[in-house]
């Protein structure tokens, strides 16, 4: 059984930074690619960082690029997110994800759609 588990997350202040870590455990890790999302109250859950199974490939949304960088440590099975100058409009339950297929960049756009296995999520509050 696949589990993903977040942690990292916290109360900040705006222009702090953080890093969230996904842990993951039953499977091969390496074979999927995977993804942060995010999803504030009363909003639609927000695809924010991608990364391919590889690790060669990242994408960022509009959001959070720039000041954002998501990578992978294969050796521990564990993502991260690390988010600098964060802004109140961060504030929200962070999400880490594995996509559907294996070994495929389908899920580079970031559609929810496209991730099969998700996290229990870690709260981020970022206060002015």
């Known amino acids: 059984q696949v589990k993903l588990l977040e942690s990292g997350g916290g109360l900040v202040q705006a222009g702090d930074s953080l890093t969230l870590s996904c842990t993951a455990s039953?499977?091969?890790?390496?074979?999927?690619?995977m993804a942060w999302f995010r999803q504030a109250p009363g909003k639609e859950r927000e695809g924010i960082s991608y990364?391919?199974?590889?690790?060669?490939?990242?994408s960022y949304s509009d959001s959070v690029k720039e000041r954002s960088t998501i990578s992978k440590d294969s050796a521990k099975n564990t993502l991260y997110l690390k988010m600098d100058s964060l802004k109140t409009e961060d504030t929200a339950p962070y999400y880490c994800a594995t996509a559907v297929v294996q070994r495929s960049y389908k899920g580079a756009g970031l559609n929810p759609g496209d991730f099969g296995t998700w996290g229990h999520g870690t709260q981020v509050t970022v206060s002015s």
């Open positions: 039953g499977l091969t890790f390496d074979d999927y690619s």
């Open positions: 990364i391919s199974w590889g690790g060669r490939y990242t």
